[in-house]
């Protein structure tokens, strides 16, 4: 039977008994990492991830699918294979501790974002850009970028020209997010209609 | 002076095709082709129907009725939307299509009403513009990507581009009034947005293998505007309204 929801139409065929097929390769599209600037002058953080077919798409979908409700003034995307990760700590260890000096490299040096984690299970935050010929370097470099006083449990890196950020006059994107009170769920009122409906029911 | 008449006429043809396509648009919700995409679908259904329930404020602030009452109780020949706007959704193809040209025309119009002579219109058209900036985007990227994406993709846009075409040119149907309207500053015009959209429409399907017909022999389908619509709207409309004829008062 055909269902009237394409994704059920995708789902792989059942097969035939006691025969064995090839794993069929999965039709999904890759993951880029949404980076969020929820105000002026504080720092991006990592928000999440959106499936996209390339990195414009992937700008185009992270907006709806990540800044609907909260306040936002811009975003950036990267596709996860350019997101370059150093180990994770744990405890009172710092990052910082065990990464590695890396010894000037030879090559044109470019810009990285860094990012760093302050909690295990929260967002990466932006903590700077520096000029490095590598992700290593790039990461051995940020240590002075880096909060001294805290424990940094991890860095990321990511190559400035692999992001596609916010052009300046698509800033208008998020111009009447702080008035849409529709978008607030709290708004919906959920728990008190609930109430309601339950008092009446009574 | 400024026509009142000349005034409301525009508003409720610009808020119906808000509420329609909005309407259309929502009814992908679930549907969409990757749950990216049917979230951003769906978001965008909702900016228009917010949009069209911004218009029918203002229209209720000039002695119309209320805003839900002008969306749910009008039948069919009372709407000013155009044709375009009630289609059934058929394929995505279809949809991003009219999608395309559609907001390709909404930017244009709203960025013309930021200079009406009517203040309220023109301080809407400021925010209105600015959500659509989102909805062209999303819009052009798409017919950018697929119209020169694979064979299929390409040849399905290209028979929805062709079939909807007519029905896009009846979005810029003139109204009585128009000479009124340009004359007071409240609306630049249907013949003058109609000249920019051609523009942007031809400058986004440059960087697409879709070709666009010669524009002298395209036949604008028109009547929208004053209430002639085909049969697709009225069930549309009674679908939409179904919970307020049942209780007017249910909240949810």
Same mark, same amino acid.
């Given at each position: 039977?055909?269902?009237?929801?394409?994704?059920?139409?995708?789902?792989?065929?059942?097969?035939?008994?006691?025969?064995?097929?090839?794993?069929?390769?999965?039709?999904?599209?890759?993951?880029?990492?949404?980076?969020?600037?929820?105000?002026?002058?504080?720092?991006?953080?990592?928000?999440?991830?959106?499936? $996209?077919?390339?990195?414009?798409?992937?700008? #185009?979908?992270?907006?709806?699918?990540?800044? *609907?409700?909260?306040?936002? #003034?811009?975003?950036?995307?990267?596709?996860?294979?350019?997101?370059? #990760?150093?180990? !994770?700590?744990?405890?009172?260890?710092?990052?910082?501790?065990?990464?590695?000096?890396?010894?000037?490299?030879?090559?044109?040096?470019?810009?990285?974002?860094?990012?760093?984690?302050?909690?295990?299970?929260?967002?990466?935050?932006?903590?700077?850009?520096?000029? $490095?010929?590598?992700?290593?370097?790039?990461?051995?470099? $940020?240590?002075?970028?880096?909060?001294?006083?805290?424990?940094?449990?991890?860095?990321?890196?990511?190559?400035?020209?692999?992001? *596609?950020?916010?052009?300046?006059?698509?800033?208008? !994107?998020?111009?009447?997010?702080?008035?849409?009170?529709? *978008?607030?769920?709290?708004?919906?009122?959920?728990?008190?209609?609930?109430?309601?409906?339950?008092?009446?029911?009574? | 002076?400024? %026509?009142?008449?000349?005034?409301?006429?525009?508003?409720?043809?610009?808020?119906?095709?808000?509420?329609?396509?909005?309407? @259309?648009?929502?009814?992908?919700?679930?549907?969409?082709?990757?749950?990216?995409?049917?979230?951003?679908?769906?978001?965008?259904?909702?900016?228009?129907?917010?949009?069209?329930?911004?218009?029918?404020?203002?229209? +209720?602030?000039?002695?119309?009725?209320?805003?839900?009452?002008?969306?749910?109780? @009008? %039948?069919? %020949? /009372?709407?000013? %939307?155009?044709?375009?706007?009630?289609?059934?959704?058929?394929?995505?193809?279809?949809?991003?299509?009219?999608?395309?040209?559609?907001?390709?025309?909404?930017?244009?119009?709203?960025?013309?009403?930021?200079?009406?002579? &009517?203040?309220?219109?023109?301080?809407?058209? =400021?925010? =209105?513009?600015?959500?659509?900036?989102?909805?062209?985007?999303?819009?052009?990227?798409?017919?950018?990507?697929?119209?020169?994406?694979?064979?299929?993709?390409?040849?399905?846009?290209?028979?929805?581009?062709? &079939?909807?075409?007519? &029905?896009?040119?009846?979005?810029?149907?003139?109204?009585? &009034?128009?000479?009124?309207?340009?004359?007071?500053?409240?609306?630049?015009?249907?013949?003058?947005?109609?000249?920019?959209?051609?523009?942007?429409?031809?400058?986004?399907?440059?960087?697409?293998?879709?070709?666009?017909?010669?524009? /002298?022999?395209?036949?604008?389908?028109?009547?929208?505007?004053?209430?002639? +619509?085909?049969? +697709?709207?009225?069930?549309?409309?009674?679908?939409?309204?179904?919970?307020? @004829?049942?209780?007017?008062?249910?909240?949810?």
């Amino acid at each position: 039977m055909n269902s009237l929801d394409p994704r059920v139409n995708r789902l792989p065929a059942v097969g035939q008994p006691g025969q064995a097929e090839p794993k069929a390769p999965l039709d999904q599209f890759g993951t880029y990492e949404v980076f969020v600037q929820p105000r002026d002058g504080k720092p991006f953080q990592h928000e999440g991830i959106v499936h $996209a077919p390339n990195l414009e798409m992937a700008f #185009v979908l992270a907006k709806e699918g990540f800044t *609907r409700r909260f306040n936002c #003034v811009s975003i950036f995307v990267a596709d996860t294979r350019h997101v370059y #990760v150093s180990p !994770l700590t744990d405890g009172d260890k710092s990052v910082i501790s065990i990464i590695q000096e890396v010894s000037d490299q030879p090559g044109e040096k470019v810009s990285y974002e860094i990012f760093h984690l302050l909690k295990r299970g929260k967002q990466h935050v932006h903590s700077g850009t520096v000029k $490095a010929s590598g992700p290593a370097e790039a990461m051995y470099v $940020a240590k002075n970028l880096l909060p001294a006083d805290k424990v940094i449990y991890n860095l990321w890196a990511i190559r400035m020209s692999d992001i *596609r950020f916010t052009h300046p006059e698509e800033q208008e !994107l998020w111009m009447t997010l702080p008035e849409k009170k529709f *978008r607030d769920a709290s708004d919906y009122k959920g728990g008190d209609k609930l109430k309601e409906f339950l008092e009446r029911a009574k | 002076m400024m %026509n009142p008449l000349a005034l409301k006429e525009l508003l409720y043809k610009i808020a119906d095709d808000q509420l329609i396509l909005g309407h @259309r648009n929502s009814e992908w919700t679930g549907m969409g082709p990757l749950l990216e995409e049917d979230i951003a679908f769906s978001s965008m259904a909702q900016d228009k129907i917010g949009q069209s329930y911004a218009l029918y404020t203002m229209l +209720h602030e000039l002695g119309e009725q209320e805003p839900d009452t002008i969306a749910f109780t @009008r %039948n069919a %020949n /009372q709407f000013h %939307n155009c044709v375009l706007t009630e289609l059934p959704n058929g394929e995505y193809d279809f949809s991003l299509i009219r999608h395309f040209l559609y907001d390709t025309a909404e930017i244009l119009r709203f960025d013309m009403l930021t200079n009406s002579s &009517y203040q309220p219109l023109a301080q809407l058209a =400021v925010k =209105v513009r600015a959500e659509l900036r989102y909805h062209t985007l999303h819009a052009n990227t798409w017919i950018k990507q697929l119209g020169s994406a694979t064979e299929e993709s390409v040849t399905r846009l290209q028979r929805s581009l062709e &079939y909807a075409l007519p &029905y896009a040119l009846g979005i810029f149907e003139e109204s009585a &009034y128009e000479s009124e309207l340009i004359n007071s500053g409240i609306f630049a015009g249907e013949k003058a947005l109609q000249e920019q959209w051609k523009i942007q429409v031809e400058k986004i399907l440059q960087h697409t293998q879709l070709h666009l017909p010669d524009w /002298q022999l395209i036949q604008p389908v028109i009547g929208g505007r004053i209430g002639k +619509h085909s049969e +697709h709207l009225q069930p549309l409309l009674d679908e939409m309204s179904e919970v307020f @004829r049942i209780d007017p008062t249910a909240e949810w």
